[in-house]
Structure formats: C-alpha cells, structure tokens
C-alpha cells in the first residue's frame, strides 16, 4: 500500500502557487485490479469529521473526483490526474478547496473516468453530520 502525499494534487490558487490541502489522504493497491471501473459508498455514511471514498481502475485512466453541494455547486476537487489500474482509497475531512468546514447536509461526489476515448461518470451521495 502506497500512500501519496496531498500536494501532489496539483491544485494551484491564482498566482500559480500549489494549494496544500489538508485532510486527504490517498492510497493505492495495484495488486488488486478490477474488471471494471467502480466507484463505491463512501464509508462511514454518515460522516463525522471524515469519510473514505474507494474507486476502482481496471485500465489507466484520466481520473476526476469532485464534492458538490446540494445547489450542485462544486466544494472540492479530490482528484483531477491520471492513474494506473488499480483500488485507491480517499479519505476526506469533511473541507473545501480552500480549507473551509463544510457544513452538514447532503453533498453527491462524482468520479468521471476518461480511457480509450470514453468517458464514464459515476455520482452517489453522502451526508455530512456536525
């Protein structure tokens, strides 16, 4: 198991300075590769203070996941890279892009897998409780 550290999200503000953001955790298993893309329930659900979201690769993958809010506005952007088959894990506190505790209520995430000229998307929903 591999776990990679935040900033290697790429995720940058304005300036071009590199957003760290905190709370999120990924890992990896490449010694279990699915058949097919998934995307699991997050677990525990509902969540207080963190959450962990577990997708599969069955190919390499243009790999995007994302929280939005209930006015279907975007909270973050967990990942946004490509990535080799494989399990990964995310676990996420319960905070925005920059930082911010969201409060609670029903928030969807949604993963969108980009290979081979296709793009699949794949959105569930999550309840956060303070």
Do not use: A, C
Not at 31 to 40: F, S, V
Not at 47 to 59: A, D, V
Not at 106 to 121: A, G, M, P, S, V
């Amino acid at each position: 198991e591999l776990l990679v550290d935040s900033t290697s999200y790429g995720i940058s503000d304005q300036n071009g300075e590199i957003i760290k953001p905190t709370g999120i955790e990924e890992s990896i298993n490449q010694e279990k590769i699915p058949k097919q893309h998934y995307l699991r329930q997050n677990y525990p659900n509902p969540f207080n203070p963190e959450t962990k979201i577990e997708y599969g690769l069955s190919k390499r993958s243009h790999v995007k996941l994302e929280i939005y809010n209930l006015l279907g506005q975007k909270v973050l952007t967990l990942i946004d890279k490509e990535q080799l088959p494989g399990v990964y894990t995310i676990k996420w506190d319960g905070k925005t892009d920059s930082n911010k505790e969201l409060s609670s209520g029903l928030y969807f995430y949604r993963i969108t897998f980009d290979y081979n000229n296709q793009n699949k998307e794949i959105t569930r929903k999550m309840i956060l409780i303070k």
